[in-house]
């Protein structure tokens, strides 16, 4: 079992930036491959970025790359989104979950039926 706990979230004007997080406990954070999901109102959860078990491994949607980081602590059980640049259409629930399956390290899970457990969320708006 896997406990998630998102934080971050908040209220920011268009251009702006947010650094959200991901705390992780109930088993090694280290073995699971971790990822950020988000759901617009009225829409799919869609993919936002992922990272590999060693963190060595990341993937980003084309919507947010060249603006949204993934990052990870395995010393301290956290994963971190930095948002910069952000856009109206970033507005949206944001979502950490964990993928425990036993995969290669270097492997980035991308679709939402890889993982296994999932935080609350955490509400980001945007403001044009």
């Known amino acids: ?69 993934i990052s990870r602590d395995n010393a301290k059980n956290t994963v971190d989104l930095q948002m910069n640049s952000l856009k109206p259409e970033d507005t949206a629930v944001y979502y950490c979950a964990a993928d425990v399956a036993y995969r290669p390290s270097y492997y980035v899970p991308i679709s939402r039926g890889e993982y296994d457990f999932w935080g609350q969320g955490t509400q980001v708006t945007v403001s044009s």
Do not use: Y
């Open 1 to 69: 079992q896997v406990q998630l706990v998102e934080s971050g979230g908040g209220l920011v004007q268009a251009g702006g930036s947010l650094r959200l997080s991901c705390a992780a406990s109930g088993r090694t954070f280290s073995s699971a491959a971790m990822g950020w999901f988000r759901r617009a109102p009225g829409k799919e959860r869609e993919f936002v970025a992922a990272i590999s078990k060693s963190g060595g491994s990341t993937n980003h949607a084309d919507s947010v790359k060249g603006r949204f980081t």
